[in-house]
């Protein structure tokens, strides 16, 4: 009570300060795509795969890249599938993932949530 709001210095609710920590310090969520035609719905593109994600908000618009592997040729492996998919959409709990075709491997992804 005897500190005094100025130019300089102010007070912050909780509130404040947790969207201050998440915009300077963006969170990072990892999840799997399932590869192999079993793992995708649909006969014919589009092909979709539905993966829950904990605390992915359908207003978010996550930064999304793969995460490689370490070895040359599984790494190739890794790109052409990723190629497939060419749009991903948020929820809130899970994404949706669309693809020209099915990977046929496992893909990592990343996604750079900023709030």
Known sequence: TDIVEDGDKFFMTSEDKEKLEAATHP?????????????WTGSAA?????????????????????????????VQKQLD???????ILTYDGYIVVYAHEPTEDDLT???KLDR
């Open 27 to 39: 969170e990072i969520k990892k999840v799997t795509i399932l590869g192999g035609s079993q793992a």
């Open 46 to 74: 589009p092909y979709t795969q539905q993966i829950t994600v904990d605390g992915i908000l359908e207003s978010d618009t996550p930064v999304v890249d793969i995460s490689l592997g370490d070895i040359y040729d599984t």
């Open 81 to 87: 599938s990723y190629a497939q998919i060419y749009k």
């Open 109 to 111: 992804i990343q996604m």
